[in-house]
């Protein structure tokens, strides 16, 4: 019977402790020296501190020892913000580690306004962060269109798709435009042999979903197309058809 009683009472003893350490938190959490007063933002290029305390509107009373979880999902929320952790830093620092929605072309809208791989509008000033992306346009017989959201969202997915398999090409684009009829023309900054970025630029014309084995040969073959038509200048690079690479030239010699 004394063991019975002599177990109860610990167990009556580890139980009242465990909810008075549960507690601490939430006692803490009223304490002053704990107030939030210093957000501080890790990995962010575009994100703002200002911006990033205006998601997060947290009250006067916020203290570091409150729950994590519905500050992340405010700052989440952003547009430029794909991920957000955030962590204490005692006794009033609150740190936001954000992963950011990337930019990957500029749209005519009418002003240039960056958008990211799934084709939406981020609000980011090209001019104040130096944005170098390709210009996204549509035509129809020639003529520019605006873009719908479904064409937008297209062309934004394949500058994303090369940037992934191929970033030194997609570093020398300019501008992708879709045609009336589906079809994509890239223009690109070429390079000589000894790596040189020449003057005129090369159009590469292909459709959507192009694989990146037939990106590989196209390039190989402008290599070789470069080295070979001395005197010639390679105007563009043709990846529609299935099996071939078609070189096109700016002179009589034909393709």
């Known amino acids: 019977m004394r063991r019975w009683f002599a ?51 947290i009250s006067p009373l916020a203290s570091t020892w409150d729950d994590l979880d519905p500050l992340e999902e405010r700052v989440r929320a952003h ?49 104040e962060h130096g944005l170098d992306l390709p210009i996204i346009t549509g035509s129809h017989d020639g003529a520019a269109h605006d ?30 435009r879709l045609d009336s009829r589906g079809e994509l023309w890239a223009q690109f900054w070429r390079r000589d042999p000894q790596g040189e970025v020449w003057d005129l630029p090369v159009t590469l014309r292909f459709r959507p979903n192009l694989p990146g084995d037939r990106v590989q040969e196209g390039l190989r073959v402008l290599s070789d197309a470069m080295t070979r038509f001395e005197g010639a200048l390679v105007a563009g690079l043709d990846l529609r058809y299935d099996d071939q690479v078609v070189v096109r030239l700016n002179r009589a010699e034909g393709n």
Do not use: M, Y
């Open 147 to 176: 873009l719908s959201t479904a064409e937008r969202r297209l062309l934004a997915q394949e500058l994303a798709r090369l940037g992934q398999g191929h970033p030194e090409l997609l570093a020398r684009i300019s501008e992708l």
């Open 79 to 127: 547009p430029l913000v794909e991920d957000c952790r955030a962590r204490r830093r005692f006794p009033r620092t609150l740190v936001l580690e954000v992963v950011e929605e990337a930019p990957v072309a500029l749209v005519p809208n009418p002003a240039l306004e960056p958008v990211d791989a799934a084709g939406r509008f981020l609000p980011i000033d090209p001019s």
């Open 7 to 57: 177990f109860v009472l610990v167990l009556g003893f580890v139980v009242a402790l465990a909810g008075a350490l549960a507690r601490i938190p939430e006692a803490l959490a009223r304490v002053e020296a704990f107030r939030i007063t210093e957000i501080r933002l890790e990995g962010n290029r575009f994100l703002s501190s200002a911006e990033a305390a205006k998601a997060l509107a």
